[in-house]
């Protein structure tokens, strides 16, 4: 039996990119999540938020995630990873 629809996830900017050896800025971020736009993908994966410390590549994905927010297509869902601690967050 075939499948009639096939569901794609592109996680490249987020997964991809922080195993790489140049560090990206945003502008160039937005350059290839433009690019797999243009390439027909719908539902991309753009970054994650958590500790620049622990994955310096994607520091700046809270001001990618803005200015998709403010410019990003319509057409398009971007998703993020939010990666919870294992221990309890104390706020003050």
């Known amino acids: 039996?075939?499948?009639r629809k096939v569901h794609?996830?592109?996680v490249?900017?987020?997964d991809g990119l922080q195993i790489e050896n140049q560090q990206l800025n945003v502008q160039q971020k937005l350059m290839l999540i433009r690019s797999l736009e243009k390439a027909g993908l719908?539902?991309?994966e753009v970054g994650p938020f958590v500790n620049p410390k622990a994955v310096p590549h994607m520091a700046n994905s809270r001001e990618l995630v803005r200015e998709l927010g403010a410019y990003g297509?319509?057409?398009t869902t971007y998703r993020t990873l939010w990666l919870l601690r294992a221990t309890?967050?104390?706020l003050q």
């Open 42 to 44: 719908t539902e991309i």
């Open 73 to 75: 297509s319509p057409d």
């Open 88 to 90: 309890p967050l104390t």
């Open 8 to 10: 794609i996830i592109e």
């Open 12 to 14: 490249g900017p987020r």
């Open 1 to 3: 039996m075939l499948l």
